[in-house]
């Protein structure tokens, strides 16, 4: 259904002076990769109540967040997949006659029935206010392309001097696995003007961070172009994420030119098979690893997940706990940006700890050079410096189905002859090494240290 025009108008004259301000500032292009110098870490709303998410939830997700993580880093609350949506159900799409909430330029709003805030056109604004006043940021996700609904009715775009949205969209290449949308062809008066005004609306919410989703598989460079221009000239700092994987690798200079981050694979849940995908599609990403855009490793899908979820009864991660220090060692030093899936009140302590060791989160954050020695064998090692106190991180994995008695790397691979070392999950030193590091790893189980160098 629309927002009725007189409620629209309410939103126009609310929001104008924070509008105009906005647009004073046109960002160039590779001034986005500023915004995200460390991998980005919050919580995501999917793994969890995958399309159904309320905003009360959404609320007590960012109070936890303020009490428990903030402190280490944490500090982006994401609203996932279909807000604008008053009828989904949980376990998976409404495909049969969805309700959409949206404007009459065709953006999507919230859906009143879950975030009540969102009344007389205000949009996110309110819930994004109560976010920003804990210090942490707001977050989004959309699919790409102009809503179906628009096109049959003809809606005008905003900004485009009476071009309608039936005169930018293509059929081809909707999205497979979610009809709402079709794709905007790139190249057609009016498709900028409509990210613009995407971004435009965005701004004057508060939004800090999007996900937009169906980009990269296959990947739509003339979208991706779009958004990367609306995002620049909307005024305010919002870190693109693009979604989901695999993004081609074939890609790898462009997406890094124009997205912050980017998933590597489709999505990541609680089973074992999707980690060790993930560690081998990975291996081609190492040499992208920069500052300002990261290869995604995708959601973390520990804690309680799938509440309402897509995948999934309601329940604690599956992974046993070594493949929960696996996963969680292996997107830290990858440098992957972290998205918690779970739902934060409900963690327990072990799921807690998994989130803000003090060494683990250092090494995230200043880490460099993060390369992969080997994955041959069942085995894999990962390596990155710190440049500010000369430490070492060295990440082993037996990622095969059976005990491993010996996982060997030579020190003289990671540039060093003798070392001391220490568990950095546990904290306690392991004692001095020379020639090689060698551990016994039982199955699907991780040994993360950290070394110093001796002479």
């Given at each position: 259904m629309r927002i009725k025009n007189k409620i629209a108008l309410v939103l126009g004259v609310v929001l104008v002076s924070v509008s105009s301000n906005a647009q004073k500032t046109v960002f160039k292009n590779a001034e986005f990769k500023q915004w995200a110098q460390t991998p980005p870490m919050g919580w995501n709303s999917w793994d969890c109540y995958g399309s159904t998410v309320e905003e009360h939830e959404v609320k007590a997700n960012a109070d936890y967040m303020v009490k428990n993580l903030k402190k280490s880093g944490w500090?982006?609350?994401?609203?996932?997949?279909?807000?604008?949506?008053?009828?989904?159900?949980?376990?998976?799409?409404?495909?049969?006659?969805?309700?959409?909430?949206?404007?009459?330029?065709?953006?999507?709003?919230?859906?009143?029935?879950?975030?009540?805030?969102?009344?007389?056109?205000?949009?996110?604004?309110?819930?994004?206010?109560?976010?920003?006043?804990?210090?942490?940021?707001?977050?989004?996700?959309?699919?790409?392309?102009?809503?179906?609904?628009?096109?049959?009715?003809?809606?005008?775009?905003?900004?485009?001097?009476?071009?309608?949205?039936?005169?930018?969209?293509?059929?081809?290449?909707?999205?497979?696995?979610?009809?709402?949308?079709?794709?905007?062809?790139?190249?057609?008066?009016?498709?900028?003007?409509?990210?613009?005004?995407?971004?435009?609306?965005?701004?004057?919410?508060?939004?800090?961070?999007?996900?937009?989703?169906?980009?990269?598989?296959?990947?739509?460079?003339?979208?991706?172009?779009?958004?990367?221009?609306?995002?620049?000239?909307?005024?305010?700092?919002?870190?693109?994420?693009?979604?989901?994987?695999?993004?081609?690798?074939?890609?790898?200079?462009?997406?890094?030119?124009?997205?912050?981050?980017?998933r590597m694979v489709d999505d990541v849940w609680d089973t074992w098979p999707h980690i060790t995908h993930l560690m081998d599609v990975a291996q081609k990403w190492y040499p992208h690893i920069a500052a300002g855009t990261w290869p995604d490793c995708d959601m973390i899908p520990l804690g309680r997940i799938s509440l309402r979820g897509e995948r999934g009864e309601d329940r604690m991660s599956r992974l046993t706990k070594d493949e929960q220090y696996t996963l969680i060692t292996f997107f830290n030093i990858f440098k992957s940006p972290l998205f918690f899936g779970g739902d934060l009140p409900s963690n327990d302590a072990f799921t807690l700890s998994l989130l803000t060791n003090k060494e683990v989160l250092k090494m995230h954050r200043e880490s460099t050079d993060v390369k992969q020695l080997f994955q041959k064998d069942g085995k894999v090692a990962v390596t990155s410096k710190n440049p500010k106190d000369g430490s070492i991180y060295l990440a082993l994995f037996n990622i095969s189905d059976r005990d491993l008695k010996e996982v060997s790397v030579r020190l003289a691979d990671l540039g060093i002859n003798n070392a001391e070392i220490t568990n950095m999950w546990t904290g306690k030193k392991v004692g001095a090494v020379k020639g090689e590091v060698t551990v016994s790893l039982k199955e699907h189980a991780s040994v993360l240290y950290k070394l110093k160098a001796k002479k």
């Open positions: 500090e982006y609350i994401v609203v996932d997949i279909r807000w604008f949506v008053e009828n989904d159900k949980a376990g998976g799409y409404n495909q049969k006659d969805p309700r959409y909430v949206m404007d009459q330029y065709g953006r999507y709003f919230p859906a009143l029935n879950r975030f009540p805030s969102a009344k007389d056109g205000q949009g996110f604004k309110p819930l994004a206010d109560y976010i920003h006043k804990k210090g942490l940021k707001f977050g989004i996700h959309i699919m790409r392309g102009i809503p179906k609904k628009a096109v049959e009715e003809k809606l005008p775009i905003k900004g485009a001097n009476g071009i309608t949205a039936d005169k930018i969209y293509t059929t081809a290449l909707q999205c497979e696995w979610l009809k709402d949308n079709y794709t905007i062809l790139a190249d057609k008066p009016g498709a900028q003007e409509y990210y613009d005004s995407l971004f435009e609306l965005y701004a004057q919410w508060g939004v800090d961070f999007i996900k937009i989703d169906d980009l990269s598989r296959p990947y739509h460079e003339g979208e991706i172009n779009l958004i990367r221009k609306a995002i620049d000239k909307c005024g305010r700092k919002i870190v693109l994420s693009t979604s989901p994987g695999e993004t081609p690798i074939s890609v790898a200079a462009h997406v890094s030119s124009h997205a912050n981050m980017w």
